[in-house]
């Protein structure tokens, strides 16, 4: 990889560009606007969205705003846990493409799992939503669709469907690799996308890290989302401020040494959300 616009391939041959821009957390408004309008300045092609983060109306402002062609950019969102299973999953794609002002979404994801704590029937809620995005899909609305937060048994359901997921968006940064749904997902053809790749700015105080980046003259933001890629991990780091988009797209012009990419792989879990997927009550 050596710019933004260097892309993963999907297992549908659709290609993703490397570097993702987060939205989680932008307020709404003009911050969101100018966020998403400064991220396409500065070279990312990819933007990740979804209908929970409440700002999709300004993040289609900004992208609009940026004056770049929609086939030149790759947005996606996730459809949010209320609006689980076939018709209401229908009914929040209409309403994410409306706020996003766009005709197409290039991605579109199941934000998280039906939980087995709190659903006996998570399997088939999980189906029934999925059976959604499939129609969607095949419909030509969506150009690839997948996942978040799903762990190996979540996934087991979904592969034996006929368009098999072709992304899951996990959390992953150091000290939280998730080797086992890494696994399965490189084994099934499934793209592992990076949320919180900085684990939220827990990451960047961490003096183990810092060390590292310094011998690479990059800032810890930087080392955690090159880390990333050369893991082959679609990262998606998130900022309101100008001067960081640009810093975090500024990660194409060294390599972390096999050394260094162990001694981090090898982080014990640290700065991490504590969300599991079958224990979250949301
Ligand atoms: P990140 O791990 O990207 O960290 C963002 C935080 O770090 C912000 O506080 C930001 O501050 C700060 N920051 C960013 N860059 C720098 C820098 N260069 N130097 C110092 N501080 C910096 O955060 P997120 O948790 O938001 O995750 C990224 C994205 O992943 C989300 O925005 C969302 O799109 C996705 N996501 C998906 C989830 C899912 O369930 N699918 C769950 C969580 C996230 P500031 O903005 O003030 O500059």
Redesign the pocket.
């Known amino acids: 990889m050596h710019n933004p616009t260097d892309s993963f391939k999907l297992g549908n041959g659709c290609a993703i560009p490397c570097l993702?821009?987060?939205?989680?957390?932008?307020p709404s408004g003009d911050t969101a606007v100018a966020?998403v309008k400064t991220a396409l300045e500065k070279g990312y092609r990819h933007i990740?969205?979804?209908a929970v983060?409440g700002n999709e109306p300004d993040v289609g402002r900004g992208i609009a705003a940026s004056g770049l062609p929609r086939t030149s950019i790759f947005v996606t969102s996730?459809v949010w846990n209320e609006k689980r299973g076939y018709k209401s999953t229908l009914y929040a794609f209409e309403k994410t493409l409306t706020d996003l002002r766009l005709d197409y979404l290039d991605l579109y994801?199941i934000?998280?799992p039906a939980s087995a704590s709190r659903f006996p029937d998570w399997e088939s809620i999980n189906l029934e939503t999925w059976r959604a995005m499939t129609e969607l899909y095949r419909d030509g609305r969506i150009r690839a669709i997948g996942v978040?937060?799903f762990l190996p048994h979540h996934l087991d359901a979904l592969m034996r469907t006929e368009v098999p997921p072709m992304v899951n968006?996990?959390?992953f940064?150091p000290g939280q690799m998730q080797e086992e749904t890494v696994r399965y997902c490189r084994q099934h053809g499934i793209l592992v996308?990076?949320?919180?790749?900085?684990?939220?700015?827990?990451?960047?105080s961490n003096a183990f890290l810092a060390t590292i980046a310094k011998k690479y003259g990059k800032?810890?933001?930087?080392l955690?989302i090159r880390w990333c890629l050369q893991n082959e991990i679609l990262?998606?780091?998130?900022?309101?401020?100008l001067?960081?988009?640009a810093?975090?797209a500024n990660v194409f012009d060294f390599v972390i040494s096999e050394e260094d990419m162990i001694a981090i792989n090898s982080m014990a879990y640290f700065g991490g959300?504590g969300?599991h997927p079958d224990q979250v009550d949301f």
């Open positions: 993702g821009f987060g939205t989680w957390q932008t966020a990740d969205a979804a983060y996730k994801l934000h998280w978040s937060n968006q996990i959390e940064h996308e990076a949320w919180s790749p900085l684990g939220t700015g827990r990451m960047l800032s810890v933001a930087q955690c990262p998606l780091p998130k900022s309101i401020t001067s960081r988009i810093e975090n959300s969300l």
